[in-house]
């Protein structure tokens, strides 16, 4: 069974920054594609973000040269480097992996007041 734990969300103002955590159980970690999405109200899930095993990343491009994504194998941890946050940002943050099924964590509200 794999568990996606995420932590880092909060209240911002535009302009700012956050870095968000996703930290995974299991042995899938190394040698899966890890990625960020996010759900604002109303709005379907969009991806924002993936990192493969050997670091290669994509981006949105509403995020590009804004968010970077990032992943330490030793530690299980994926991670989301949020600059320059603007309120369309806001929404809640999921962090997701595939292994034989789609695996998402409980999310983290992320609001960038204006």
């Known amino acids: 069974q794999v568990q996606l734990v995420e932590s880092g969300g909060g209240l911002v103002q535009a302009g700012g920054s956050l870095r968000l955590s996703c930290a995974a159980s299991?042995?899938?970690?190394?040698?899966?594609?890890m990625k960020w999405y996010r759900q604002a109200p109303g709005k379907q899930r969009e991806l924002v973000a993936a990192?493969?095993?050997?670091?290669?990343?994509n981006y949105a491009d509403s995020v590009k040269g804004r968010f970077a994504i990032s992943r330490d194998n030793a530690r299980n941890t994926v991670y989301l480097q949020m600059n320059s946050l603007k309120p369309e940002d806001t929404a809640v943050y999921y962090c997701?992996?595939?292994?034989?099924?789609?695996?998402w964590g409980q999310g983290t509200q992320v609001t960038v007041s204006a």
């Open positions: 990192i493969t095993s050997s670091g290669t990343t």
């Open positions: 299991g042995s899938i970690f190394r040698l899966n594609v």
């Open positions: 997701n992996v595939y292994a034989l099924k789609n695996y």
